[in-house]
């Protein structure tokens, strides 16, 4: 082999490893393990005609503070930042799978704000949701 030759192999491998190395780079970019959602801390009154699917299971309701929250089990509630991580769409609650679901590109969550699947990069916020009577207390 000439110096040449060995040359060019040489630059071939190196171009194709730094190729690989910054296209893994690049899958990663915008990725985050961080959820994301705004800070609340509010009260929602069950006896009120606006929070009445949350008698319901599977009844939900959003609060104009960003958030939804939906009646999972009998005493269990859950709310989670409504705003998806990918593009901003509002998501929805899908009883079936107990999951939440952004319309725009099927991105799904969980119960936990974690992504399930699709595209979007990073969970939504989880707050906690505190019971008293009627009352249901959500911060985080
Ligand atoms: S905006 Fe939600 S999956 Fe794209």
Redesign the pocket.
Same mark, same amino acid.
């Given at each position: 082999m000439e110096r040449r030759d060995f040359i060019k192999i040489g630059c071939g491998v190196f171009g194709v490893t730094a190729a690989a190395a910054f296209l893994q780079g690049c899958s990663k970019l915008g990725t985050s393990n961080t959820p994301q959602g705004p800070s609340v801390n509010i009260t929602l009154d069950l006896t009120q005609p606006a929070n009445a699917a949350l008698k319901n299971i599977n009844g939900y309701v959003y609060d104009n503070s960003g958030i939804i929250v939906v009646k999972t089990a009998a005493t269990t509630y859950v709310a989670v930042a409504a705003a /998806?991580? #990918?593009? &901003? $769409?509002t998501?929805g609650w899908d009883g079936s799978s107990k999951n939440f679901i /952004? =319309? $725009? #590109? &099927? &991105?799904t969550f969980d119960t936990n704000g974690n992504v399930v699947s &699709? =595209? =979007?990069p990073a969970p939504i916020k989880k707050y906690t949701v505190t019971i008293n009577g009627n009352i249901l207390t959500i911060a985080g």
């Open positions: /998806c991580t #990918h593009q &901003g $769409c998501i /952004c =319309p $725009c #590109h &099927g &991105g &699709g =595209p =979007p």
